[in-house]
């Protein structure tokens, strides 16, 4: 991930090895990591069986929550993608009967944001 999408807040890929490493022990029985990405400080981590969001918090970043996502509560999803002058794509997911989405991410440009939403896809529409 390049420096100047680290500073606008960018989403960059992280390989399965990388976050199996650092959050192996969130996992289940028979849950495995899909796909991640890395967004300055925080994470999120697309599985077999959910979506789990970490939020660093702090000015130190000692504090940190995990939160999960179950695929059946997201109720819809968009990706928007990037025009020829933007930098970024955009993600935003509904969970349960929300008006506005709940997360919104933005992606810099080596994430492929059709991956991401064939994941979305499969779980959420399967």
């Known amino acids: 991930m390049g420096i100047f999408s680290a500073i606008l807040?960018?989403?960059?890929?992280?390989?399965?090895?990388?976050?199996?490493?650092?959050?192996?022990?969130?996992?289940?029985?028979?849950?495995?990591?899909?796909?991640?990405?890395?967004?300055?400080?925080?994470?999120?981590?697309?599985?077999?069986?959910?979506l789990i969001l970490v939020d660093v918090q702090?000015?130190?970043g000692s504090k940190t929550e995990y939160k999960s996502i179950a695929y059946k509560s997201i109720t819809r999803f968009s990706v928007e993608t990037a025009g020829t002058f933007d930098l970024d794509a955009e993600l935003k997911i509904w969970v349960s009967s929300e008006l506005n989405p709940s997360?919104?991410?933005?992606?810099?440009?080596?994430?492929?944001?059709?991956?991401?939403?064939?994941?979305?896809?499969?779980?959420?529409?399967?």
């Open 103 to 126: 997360i919104v991410k933005q992606f810099n440009k080596s994430v492929n944001v059709y991956d991401v939403q064939k994941v979305l896809a499969f779980h959420v529409l399967g």
């Open 58 to 60: 702090g000015l130190t």
């Open 9 to 50: 807040g960018n989403a960059g890929a992280v390989s399965q090895e990388d976050l199996i490493k650092r959050y192996g022990q969130l996992l289940t029985d028979n849950e495995e990591i899909e796909m991640g990405f890395k967004l300055i400080r925080d994470t999120f981590i697309f599985t077999n069986k959910r």
